[in-house]
């Protein structure tokens, strides 16, 4: 089993409290022979017409020696798990979990608003003291 981010368990604990349920920890995914796992997949209920919103979630810290490097194998991982979910017809919003700091420093700069602005990558901030969520982009 692959290593779990350090902020795994804040990120659970944050989407429980926004009323998701974690229905996968990890979530699977397999292509072909090849297996892989993104960290969480969720879900809750929304509108009186009691649909339900799934999501899969992918954890980074970002604690590698450079925020370049960590955001090239975030965005590499994400786009491949992307591919890999809609190839299989799992029909989950796919989100990038990174703290406060890390949006301010890497995704509030020129670097990170690309992927943004063009739509590449959806981001879940979180608090990682209070174990919340801040921010749904987009929301």
């Not at 979910?85 to 990174?98: H, P, S």
């Amino acid at each position: 089993m692959p290593r779990r981010d350090i902020y795994h368990d804040t990120v659970k604990r944050a989407l429980q409290k926004a009323g998701w349920t974690i229905t996968h920890d990890p979530f699977p995914l397999q292509i072909g022979n090849k297996r892989l796992s993104a960290d969480l997949g969720a879900e809750r209920i929304i509108g009186a017409e009691k649909e339900t919103e799934k999501i899969v979630v992918e954890v980074k810290s970002f604690v590698g020696e450079s925020d370049v490097k960590d955001l090239e194998q975030a965005l590499g991982q994400y786009v491949l798990y992307r591919q890999i979910l809609n190839e299989i017809g799992e029909e989950r919003d796919l989100y990038l979990a990174v703290s406060r700091p890390i949006f301010k420093s890497v995704f509030s700069i020129e670097l990170g608003q690309i992927l943004l602005n063009n739509k590449i990558i959806k981001l879940l901030v979180f608090d990682d003291v209070t174990e919340v969520i801040v921010k749904w982009i987009p929301d």
